[in-house]
């Protein structure tokens, strides 16, 4: 699947109009500036539209009455270790999230007074709420049960450099089975609530369930 692929699927299978950033995070192209040319081209060929959004960024949706080609099949159109679908999954999970506490989440890059910078994956705009999303689903494997901690640690520490700091910081799941092992009396459950970190479950829709197991099948093959 092209970038340019990409692009048009996350913006199909996106509730809102999605920002340059939010679109680099949802189809895991790095460069901000890919997605913005490619944008640009996709503006002039009448398949978006690009308008100021909310914020003030410049947001991208599907044009009306645009026919958007479908991607092309290609033999092993996924490498094993894609995360495409997983991180199209975490945009519609912030979206719900976002909905459900009555804010607007966004990629974020905090720097901390060190100088290391902080990918968050989901933050509004006066950074009260940080978030980090794992669209995961069943039972965590034994190397993935570190993830959460780990991403916990980072909220955490990240949340101690901020003025005023976060009054939320969340973990965000997709199946409860996926934090199962961070419930009752497991050590790993009791130290993220010491942090100060809180886990939410959403529901995703089911063509984006199906994606994610899809996704899990190829990386653990």
């Given amino acids: 699947m092209s970038n340019r692929e990409r692009?048009?699927?996350?913006?199909?299978?996106s509730s809102r109009p999605l920002d340059d950033d939010e679109l680099a995070e949802a189809t895991g192209i790095?460069?901000?500036?890919?997605?913005?040319?490619?944008?640009?081209e996709l503006q002039a060929a009448g398949q978006i539209v690009r308008v100021p959004g909310e914020h003030g960024k410049i947001v991208n949706s599907i044009a009306p009455g645009a026919?958007?080609?479908?991607?092309?099949?290609?033999?092993?159109?996924?490498?094993?270790?894609?995360s495409f679908?997983?991180?199209?999954?975490?945009?519609?999970?912030?979206?719900?999230?976002?909905?459900?506490?009555?804010?607007t989440l966004r990629p974020t890059r905090i720097v901390?007074?060190?100088?290391?910078?902080?990918?968050?994956?989901?933050?509004?705009?006066?950074?009260?709420?940080?978030?980090e999303c794992w669209a995961h689903q069943g039972p965590a494997?034994?190397?993935?049960?570190?993830k959460l901690v780990n991403d916990?640690?980072?909220l955490h520490w990240i949340a101690q450099s901020l003025p005023p700091r976060p009054r939320r910081l969340i973990l965000c799941v997709c199946?409860?089975?996926?934090?199962?092992?961070?419930?009752?009396?497991?050590?790993?459950?009791?130290?993220?609530?010491?942090?100060?970190?809180?886990?939410?479950?959403v529901q995703l829709p089911d063509e984006f369930v199906a994606a994610i197991l899809e996704a899990q099948k190829r990386q653990y093959r």
Wanted: aromatic share 2%; hydrophobic share 45%.
């Fill in 7 to 13: 692009i048009l699927q996350a913006l199909r299978g």
């Fill in 30 to 40: 790095h460069l901000r500036q890919t997605v913005n040319q490619i944008c640009r």
């Fill in 67 to 82: 026919e958007v080609e479908e991607p092309a099949v290609v033999e092993a159109a996924h490498d094993a270790g894609s």
């Fill in 85 to 103: 679908e997983q991180r199209a999954a975490a945009g519609r999970m912030l979206e719900a999230l976002g909905r459900r506490l009555g804010v």
């Fill in 112 to 131: 901390h007074p060190s100088g290391a910078k902080v990918e968050i994956n989901g933050a509004d705009a006066e950074q009260t709420v940080l978030v």
């Fill in 141 to 146: 494997k034994v190397a993935q049960k570190y």
């Fill in 152 to 154: 916990a640690v980072k």
């Fill in 175 to 201: 199946d409860e089975a996926a934090v199962k092992h961070l419930r009752g009396n497991s050590w790993q459950g009791h130290a993220i609530a010491d942090l100060g970190v809180g886990l939410e479950v």
